[in-house]
């Protein structure tokens, strides 16, 4: 499809004075969309370094400071928690001050909390620096963010654009695991931390360079839409707004449904299996690199499975995507306990590629529900159902560490995260299906369905 290049020339319109529209000359063959799609990939995966790191720091932290697997599970949660909770004000945020300003203050914010954690010496410390700071900064850079970035780039390929900026956290967490995983086995946790901080500074000069706040900025269409779309003004009260349309969703009853199963899938994921896995197998006898590595495979499968999700997505009914997701991980939960050794074997393999697929699988069509059911307002929406996610995440982070430690097995924790997928299931097919609303240039408020 050809699209515009980038350059615009001001014009007076009908639609009002000043009003950018796109200029007729030179044409290129990749709309300017699919490059601001590629910086906010390569960004995510900046940022998901500190996503690969709670796991590999519990056994060294509890070694070397002598605190519990609750204490250091604790910190993980806070950072869980105010990772999801932090979402719908970033992206209410974005609406007001732009996504560059939010992306690149919410990466160095990233970088001071890791950065800082090499000096603690007491469990109150972690829970500042990488609960309270990097939880505020990774927030920032949640999902909500690339849901603001779909939403405004993009009319057309929607769904697939979402499963691959959404694999970029996989993507991240494959690039950097291998490396952490090595250096906390090799020489200490502190240039693991080091690592993240660097790896979250790095990018951004890309962001602040190279990413757009909106088609209008450079008198481009979205990707597919029939029209040019003004940029909107400046939205003043992030916060209010952001309120105001939790205020708005919770009248309805799909926010619920969609805030529960997501709750489950920050539970079964990055509560669960990504904070507890490494030290789980290491119980069993298995190296930390070598769980480490297991891990990276399914960053590596979980690519494939969310870009595919995307495509489904645009092709399928989402709640039933949905409901086979979570039946499908609720399955391969209920029989790792059984696989777990101090060896990799073909069955274990078998699980992490199967789990992988099914990782964040769940994202695209539920951002397309969210879309559904919200309109224009459902990037904030999506934010607060992110935030149940990484709620639900926190709690089992915290609740597996403390179930480690009062029964000396992590096996409770993942029969019970099984039978939780399967109540998630459930839940996803009786979300009631509702036209989708058509998003104006502007923002409206959440309806009730």
Request: with cysteine; aromatic share 10%; charged share 10%.
């Amino acid at each position: 499809m050809t699209q515009t290049s980038d350059a615009a020339a001001t014009v007076r319109r009908p639609g009002g004075p000043g009003a950018k529209r796109p200029w007729r000359g030179r044409r290129t063959p990749v709309h300017r969309a699919w490059f601001v799609a590629a910086v906010t990939f390569v960004t995510i995966i900046g940022a998901a370094a500190f996503r690969s790191l709670p796991g590999l720091l519990i056994d060294p932290l509890h070694q070397e400071f002598g605190w519990s697997r609750g204490t250091v599970g604790a910190a993980v949660s806070v950072n869980l928690a105010l990772y999801g909770l932090t979402a719908p004000f970033a992206a209410a945020l974005m609406d007001r001050f732009g996504i560059r300003r939010v992306v690149a203050v919410a990466l160095t914010v990233i970088a001071l909390g890791s950065g800082l954690t090499v000096f603690m010496t007491t469990a109150w410390q972690l829970l500042l620096c990488w609960g309270l700071l990097v939880g505020l900064g990774s927030g920032s850079m949640a999902l909500a963010f690339a849901a603001t970035v779909t939403n405004r780039w993009f009319t057309e390929r929607r769904g697939l654009v979402t499963g691959i900026l959404t694999a970029a956290s996989a993507s991240g967490q494959l690039i950097f695991l291998p490396v952490l995983s090595w250096m906390v086995e090799t020489y200490d946790w502190r240039p693991a931390a080091v690592t993240v901080a660097l790896a979250a500074l790095a990018v951004v000069p890309f962001v602040w360079l190279l990413l757009r706040d909106h088609p209008a900025d450079v008198g481009l269409k979205p990707y597919g839409a029939p029209e040019f779309v003004p940029k909107p003004p400046p939205v003043t009260g992030a916060a209010r707004r952001a309120l105001t349309v939790l205020a708005s969703a919770v009248r309805t009853g799909p926010f619920w449904l969609l805030a529960g199963t997501f709750a489950i899938c920050g539970a079964s994921t990055n509560g669960l299996v990504q904070t507890h896995f490494v030290p789980a197998a290491h119980d069993h006898g298995m190296p930390i690199t070598a769980a480490a590595s297991l891990l990276a495979v399914i960053g590596v499968f979980d690519v494939v499975g969310t870009v595919a999700s995307g495509w489904f997505t645009d092709r399928f009914e989402p709640r039933r995507l949905l409901a086979v997701y979570y039946a499908l991980r609720g399955i391969s939960l209920l029989f790792l306990p059984m696989l777990l050794g101090p060896s990799v074997h073909p069955p274990m393999v078998f699980f992490i590629v199967f789990y992988g697929l099914d990782w964040v699988a769940t994202v695209p069509p539920t951002l397309a529900l969210c879309r559904e059911q919200y309109g224009a307002d459902s990037a904030i929406v999506f934010g607060w159902v992110l935030a149940s996610h990484q709620v639900g995440a926190a709690l089992v982070a915290f609740l597996g560490g403390v179930a480690r430690d009062v029964f000396g097995s992590y096996d409770m924790v993942w029969y019970a995260s099984g039978t939780l997928c399967a109540a998630a299931a459930l839940m996803a097919l009786v979300i009631r299906r509702r036209p989708e609303i058509p998003q104006p240039g502007t923002a409206g408020s959440a309806q009730p369905a």
